[in-house]
């Protein structure tokens, strides 16, 4: 699915956004909860407003786990196991959502890195991000 190259310019882009991961994160979930508001049902007990402790929170865990898969895309499903339990029967987060989020995501990502995402940053993050959407709804089967 992803090239040798593809996968090392995931991790570079990866890597260089950790230090501001609670802004992408943040600004992601802002996104999706704008663009398909019956996302926000699962967070109804949280303050979601933009900049909130909650949504910075919340977002720097999002793009640290997607970091954290990025360093061994190969390994992914190992990586995310924790995370697919969480969702699927602690959570129960309708598995559609990953998608939803992965596409505000990439959005994020060209806002922020302007001219550094480029046409092959953008397809290899948007294959990237669909692996990890679908790895994280692999336990709902």
Same mark, same amino acid.
Request: glycine share 4%; proline share 3%.
């Given at each position: 699915?992803?090239?040798?190259?593809?996968?090392?310019?995931?991790?570079? @882009?990866?890597?260089?956004?950790?230090?501001? !991961?609670? &802004? @992408?994160?943040?600004? $992601?979930?802002?996104? #999706? =909860?704008?663009?398909?508001?019956? %996302?926000?049902?699962? =967070?109804? *007990?949280?303050?979601? /407003? !933009?900049?909130?402790?909650?949504?910075?929170?919340?977002?720097?865990? @999002?793009?640290?786990?997607?970091?954290?898969?990025?360093? &061994?895309? /190969?390994?992914?499903?190992? %990586?995310?196991?924790?995370?697919?339990?969480?969702?699927?029967?602690?959570?129960? @987060? &309708?598995? /559609?959502? =990953?998608?939803? =989020?992965?596409?505000? #995501?990439?959005?994020?990502?060209?806002? *922020? #890195?302007? &001219?550094d995402f480029t046409p092959v940053a953008h $397809?290899? #993050?948007?294959?990237?991000?669909? $692996?990890?959407? !679908?790895?994280?709804?692999?336990?709902?089967?």
């Open positions: 699915m992803l090239s040798k190259r593809e996968k090392k310019l995931i991790a570079e @882009i990866w890597e260089k956004l950790t230090p501001v !991961a609670e &802004d @992408i994160g943040s600004d $992601a979930l802002l996104r #999706m =909860f704008a663009s398909f508001p019956g %996302t926000k049902t699962y =967070f109804s *007990h949280l303050d979601i /407003s !933009a900049r909130s402790t909650h949504l910075l929170s919340h977002g720097k865990k @999002i793009v640290l786990a997607i970091a954290e898969g990025a360093k &061994d895309i /190969s390994q992914l499903t190992v %990586t995310l196991a924790p995370l697919q339990t969480l969702h699927a029967y602690q959570l129960r @987060i &309708d598995p /559609s959502n =990953f998608k939803l =989020f992965s596409h505000c #995501m990439l959005v994020t990502l060209a806002c *922020h #890195m302007g &001219d $397809a290899a #993050m948007d294959k990237y991000l669909s $692996a990890f959407a !679908a790895v994280l709804a692999e336990k709902y089967r």
